[in-house]
């Protein structure tokens, strides 16, 4: 069974058709990239899927319950998680508490824990500090632990959110561009980290517009295109299928004497 | 052990409690004062500091304190202890009340809400005449006591205030090293981002505000059994200006910042008495300075030397 399933999905904002019907499933453990040319509707795809929007019709189910229309803290709840396009680090924060604060959804405890502090919340704290620096020293950060998030480069910002996503122990991951304003290597290394995520079991869903990253580490591909689902397949069958071709090279615009 | 950062502004606090008792009883009036401040602003930097909330609706809370302990001790002849504790839960159902719908705003919308309720909740001050004796005010209430034994003197009271000032303080602290906390720093720091993480940022904001109210409510009570009087204006627009400049001078976000700011805005004007016409000029002239060099308040400067040690750590 599909751990997410978009069934014809439709968001209008206003005059415009920002999502048009669009519909595919993903199974667990599977690695989709979401491609499409600027404006092609593969943001607001996400914030659909994650609660950002309600959508204007269609329906989104989650490990075989339906998230439609729910609100995005639910949805993250429920082990759908994701970034942003444009970092958004808690900035003032140290690196470390950064991923702490990830871990919220697979920790408890509120007021009352916190003034008592039990044994079980001490060794929860324990554990919640301990995964973070692992996780630091998955993306490569462990020596930036206790800097403030906004002291980081930009690529690193990038690998701190995706760090900070992992602690919430996704079953779903959602990344909006993750390579976008990265350089060579810094795309390198997040590819390498998109990987061993993929590899230690988590599903990912990947929008990029970096074509080599997406070919390389994707193993199925849905193209947007006008809001629309035009083509979905293999990266083999994605790079030959005419439709895509046209909508990356401008085919539309034919020449009529 | 117990870190240097945590030890210092308790003994800072404790040395400076001895000398305003060597001093007089007006150092000790002034220090009280102080010490209550202390309180408010630790539950304003809460839900201001932490949460990134704004409210400059504070003072109906310590308004709901002060009146709520004033009318139950002076005329029902409750002890202090309950009262304080009766008014700090009504008061936290008060917040809760206003903070459900209230809280659905954010930035200069719900600061001018909040303001909004300041100013309702001083104008019923002013106007339930049988209820709060308005301008008038109400007097007659006792001094603190503790396990039957009334504290008569304001040094007695000046060191049960530290204390009070002290546990809040640690409480606050306790609070925001925690998954909670964690979550409230968050929606301060993204909005967006705490809700991609399962952070339910309605609840905890109203949590927040519900524990900002518990200690203005508390900060009011004891007003009202230090001076043993209180009136409208005590918490009116004047009390939200000053413990702004408190929380911002002192550094808001911070543990000690609330103290050391309710301090310093409590005791400069006194010592610059002597200055006479010169006074105003000279406080809001430092307080401008102090801001220009320590842009994220006093507490922020010992980040100074932290930021330091982090850099070196990188290097190594």
Known sequence: MALLSVQNETKRFGGLLANDAISFDVKEGELLAVIGPNGAGKTTLFNVISGFFPPTTGSIHFDGRDITGASPHRVASSGLIRTYQLVQLFKQLTVLENVEIGSHRVTEGGVFSALLRPPSMRRQEEEVRATARELLRFVGLEKQADMPADSLPYGRQRLLEVARALAAKPRLLLLDEPAAGLNMQETAALAEVIRRIHAGGTTVILIEHDMSLVMQIAQRIVVLDFGRKIAEGTPDEIKAHPDVIAAYLGGTETLDA | ?316
């Open chain 2, 1 to 316: 052990m117990i870190p240097w950062r945590t030890l210092l502004p308790i003994a800072a606090a404790i040395v400076l409690t001895g000398i305003g008792l060597l001093s007089g009883s007006y150092a000790v009036t002034v220090l009280g004062f102080a010490f209550i401040y202390t309180i408010f602003c630790t539950g304003l930097n809460f839900f201001m500091g932490y949460t990134g909330q704004a409210s400059f609706g504070q003072s109906a809370f310590a308004a709901i304190g002060g009146y709520g302990s004033a009318i139950l001790c002076a005329d029902y002849g409750w002890g202090p202890l309950p009262a304080l504790i009766v008014t700090m839960v009504i008061s936290g159902i008060a917040a809760l009340l206003v903070g459900y719908p209230t809280l659905r705003l954010r930035g200069h919308y719900l600061a001018m809400a909040t303001f909004a309720l300041g100013l309702i909740v001083y104008e019923i001050s002013i106007e339930w005449t049988s209820l709060t004796q308005g301008y008038m005010g109400y007097s007659g209430v006792p001094p603190l006591s503790l396990l039957g034994y009334e504290l008569g003197t304001v040094e007695q009271q000046l060191v049960a205030l530290l204390v009070l000032a002290l546990f809040g303080i640690f409480i606050s602290n306790r609070l925001r090293q925690s998954r909670f906390g964690r979550a409230l720093a968050a929606i301060a720091g993204s909005e967006a981002a705490a809700r991609a993480l399962g952070i339910d940022i309605a609840r905890c904001k109203l949590i927040a505000f519900v524990i900002a109210a518990l200690y203005a409510s508390a900060a009011g009570s004891l007003f009202a059994h230090f001076v043993g009087f209180i009136s409208p204006e005590v918490f009116g627009v004047t009390m939200v200006v000053q413990s702004f400049a408190m929380l911002y001078l002192g550094g808001i976000g911070t543990t000690w910042g609330p103290m050391i700011g309710a301090i310093i805005v409590s005791i400069l004007p006194e010592a610059l008495r002597g200055l006479q016409e010169m006074q105003d000029i000279a406080y809001t002239a430092i307080l401008i300075f102090i801001l220009i060099f320590a842009p994220r308040g006093l507490a922020g400067l010992s980040s100074l030397f932290a930021r330091g040690k982090s850099r070196k750590l990188e290097e190594a």
